[in-house]
């Protein structure tokens, strides 16, 4: 029986978007496979509390990414 999928939590600044976009598309085939399941917070759906939805991610996260690019 094949494991399940690791939770990867992402926690990025919006501002680097395009950086979290090109990690995803790097973890797309490790996420087709069926090892990761990566979350962001652009998955939260309107209406809903983010708070509640973060926490919650972040509790079953197995992985957690943070990053920030400083300001140059």
């Known amino acids: 029986m094949p494991s399940q999928p690791l939770s ?3 926690s990025y ?3 680097d978007e395009a950086l979290k976009q090109e ?3 790097h973890l797309a085939l490790l996420k087709r496979q069926g090892k990761v399941c990566p979350w962001q917070d652009r998955q939260i759906e309107a209406g ?3 708070n509640e939805q973060i926490r919650e991610a972040l509790d079953a996260a197995d992985v957690i ?3 920030s690019v ?3």
Request: proline residues 6%; negative net charge.
């Open 8 to 10: 990867v939590f992402i």
């Open 70 to 72: 400083p300001d140059l």
């Open 65 to 67: 990414l943070c990053w």
């Open 48 to 50: 809903t509390e983010w």
């Open 13 to 15: 600044s919006h501002r």
């Open 23 to 25: 990690l995803e598309d």
